[in-house]
């Protein structure tokens, strides 16, 4: 809704009261004629006050009598129909408090009712472009009661009930915000309430009109009529200010909604005309970065815009460390030793489990649920009003193309069509609104944000006197209460020497039954090309992989768990020890150094047995598997390759199960087969996938020979 002004209230006829036009001297004309402005000009202003007076009570009764017996309605739709008007009833009410001292200066009182509008001019703008900003609003939740019957007569019986019934022939239906919550009212039934709402617009564009009249009535040689022009000019540029401001609020409300739209939604959304338009703003932005056509400037925006991201960025990073905060806190409280059985009866032990166990249950729960309130759930809501202004700027830019767009066409032709001209008009809106807002909500966040900060400072200050507090009534009881500082500072290093000793000597007699490391199990058919970097490397370079690894850059390697491979240098370009350059043999690379470890070399057959020495160091790599047929009967070996049964003759294998090797051959005398038992189950596997298992070096194992 645009404010516009509407006709002035017509008066009772005064004519009577008007001096008689006779026939007469020069002088007694003008006189007569002085005398009929003077007449008009009181008459003007008997109008503004009491119209004035009228207003006000108007205004009183509905914040007053009929918003207190609508407390049925939800707060938040109370607060959308009577809006601001609080803040109107104040600053109205010492409005009329200076018209009506005015009062007993006749002589100067047009003089001073013009500079009583000066000196409200600020504040009128203030209250009544709030209230107009939320007016569509209003008829909106108005709209919505009247397809509510049982609300809509409730709402009836109420204002009938309050409101007098002298004052509903009377001013009210000229000046009331609410005259009728319910249609339809007693002998109002054509009024409705979006006309009672509208009247608070209607009052501040009567303003002028009132001045103006009194201006008009008023001697361009007086004193007084300076004064009024300039408050007559003053209330119509509010008026123009608050229509400026409620299209401003317009369009951020348009454009700042966040959608949750699914693809599907997305796509039935595009035509030929978003197409188009799209299309437009790329071709113009791409003509602007390779310097076709020249870039809007603007370096207010541009420094409230980066700003705003600044002020974005501390808002996001606060949220998540908090976030992480709170997960560390989580696994904290979910860690327990209290609750542990640790065989220590009685003494500080008890002591102690009491203590934690009030923490866990009292101090920390109480911050926790204290943190999430206070601290947790106004960051995110912090987070989430930065949606609107984020989406205001992004879409400051589209506007921003369609208005230089527009620009080129007005200064080459000096026309542009009617949408052309709405969207350059939008875009200055939503420019005007930006730089007129964000440094407002910067500062607005930033005091938000101050708070959140002081408040988590606060929350851990109480927590650690919480915790002193509740520390300080257990340590009463221990033994060592009354012993000088000194000498228990002495008490506790001496147990601290005592235990790292203890801890010392424990470490070492675990370090010495620790187990030797296992060596993973060769991959199948990787033997040739052990043997190959053996020979070229020697076995000290010789590494095997832990876990599987998967390379991420492009000079790092992916290998599988149980791959060999031979060190080429223990630190990559930039010397990073961390990553490894390695040869699998046929490819180079990095990789974590952490996934490797030395290859331990399996023992032979002969050195099993004892033919060689026992402080001899010789070794060698297990050859390929072969055939298993001079494998005794009833021997244990191992599948060196998976193997998937075939029909109800055959077993299935996995690689490295151990396996019982019944007969090395099938019933033709076929060495190619092999009798096996696997878990209880009997069936023939190839030769070739079984490979002798080593007793001596659980560690690894040795192909048959």
Known sequence: MVLSFPEPAVMADHRAEEPSSRSGSPDEEGRVSEDRS????????????????????????????????????????????????DDIIKVNSRFLHGLQETASKEEEQVYLIGNLFLEFQEEFEHVYKVYCANYDQALLLVDAYRKEPALQREIQRIIEAVVPHGLLTGALEQECLVVDLARPLAHHKSQSMSRGLVSLCERITKYPLLLQKILENTLPDAGAYPVLQRATFALQDVNANINEYKIRKEVASKYSKVEQLTLRERLARINTHTLSKKTTRLSQLLKQEAGLVPKTEDKEFDDLEERFQWVSVCVTELKNDLAAYLDNLEVFLRFRPHECNLDIPGGPVVQYCNLARDLQLKAFLEFKQRLEALVWQPLCSLAKVLVGPQNLIKKRLDKLLDFERVEEKLLEVGSVTYEEEAARHTYQALNSLLVAELPKFNQLVMQWLGQVLRTFVALQRDLAEQVLQRAEGSMT???????????????????????????????????????????????????????????????????????????????????????????????????????????????????????????????????????????????????EPTPTCSVPTVTQVVAAYPFLARSSQEVSLQAGQPVTLLEAQDKKGNPEWSLVEVNGQRGYVPSSFLARAPSPAPWGWSLTS
């Open 38 to 85: 003077l007449l008009h000009q009181r008459l003007a202003v008997r109008e503004l006050i009491d119209t004035e007076i009228s207003y006000l009570h108007t205004l009183q009764l509905c914040a007053s009598d009929i918003r207190n017996h609508l407390q049925q309605l939800p707060q938040g739709d109370l607060d959308i129909l009577f809006s601001n008007i």
């Open 477 to 623: 009881q221990l033994p060592h209460q009354h012993i000088p500082e000194p000498d228990f500072r002495k008490l506790v290093e001496n147990s601290l020497g005592q235990t790292s000793k203890q801890l010392r000597s424990f470490r070492e007699n675990f370090e010495k039954v620790l187990p030797p490391p296992t060596t993973q199990p060769l991959l199948p058919g990787s033997e040739r090309q052990v043997q190959a970097l053996w020979s070229r490397y020697g076995p000290g370079k010789l590494y095997q992989v832990t876990n599987n690894i998967s390379g991420a850059g492009s000079l790092d390697l992916t290998l599988p768990r149980g791959q060999i491979v031979a060190l080429l240098q223990n630190k990559d370009t930039k010397g990073n020890s961390g990553r490894w350059l390695v040869d699998t043999g046929g490819h180079r690379g990095y990789v974590p150094a952490g996934k490797l470890q030395p290859y331990r070399v399996v023992p032979s057959e002969e050195e099993r047995r004892g033919q060689v020495g026992p402080h001899e160091d010789s070794r060698h790599l297990t050859p």
